[in-house]
């Protein structure tokens, strides 16, 4: 599976971004996908998860109400709406995939930068 993230930038607090995450190669019904990120200085930590077949999604507490997982059969694109910013979410989103079976993501996109200013 190849993952393309974007969508990144620059935003003040309280705004919204839409992040993308193309992915290629493979079928992807048998997978569960996600997006983490990693703050300066900090470890890589969840974000948010939706499995591509049936759409049961998972998020992390400091983002539940805010952001929304979502993706597109059609265009093979998983994507996620943040809201209502903040400054603490500054970091590097990466999107990720993983077989439905295994508890480790195996495939992940380049990142994108998400800076939020107060």
């Known amino acids: 599976v190849q993952l393309q993230a974007s969508g990144g930038g620059s935003v003040q607090a309280g705004g919204s971004l839409r992040l993308s995450c193309a992915a290629s190669?493979?079928?992807?019904?048998?997978?569960?996908m996600g997006w983490f990120r990693q703050a300066p200085g900090k470890e890589r930590e969840f974000v948010a998860q939706?499995?591509?077949?049936?759409?049961?999604?998972y998020y992390a507490d400091s983002v539940k109400g805010r952001f929304t997982i979502s993706r597109d059969y059609a265009k093979n694109t998983l994507y996620l709406q943040m809201s209502s910013l903040k400054p603490e979410d500054t970091a590097v989103y990466y999107c990720?995939?993983?077989?439905?079976?295994?508890?480790?993501?195996?495939?992940w996109g380049q990142g994108t930068l998400v800076t939020v200013s107060s």
């Open positions: 939706i499995r591509w077949s049936g759409g049961t999604t």
């Open positions: 190669g493979r079928t992807l019904s048998s997978y569960a």
């Open positions: 990720g995939a993983r077989y439905v079976r295994s508890t480790e993501y195996q495939y």
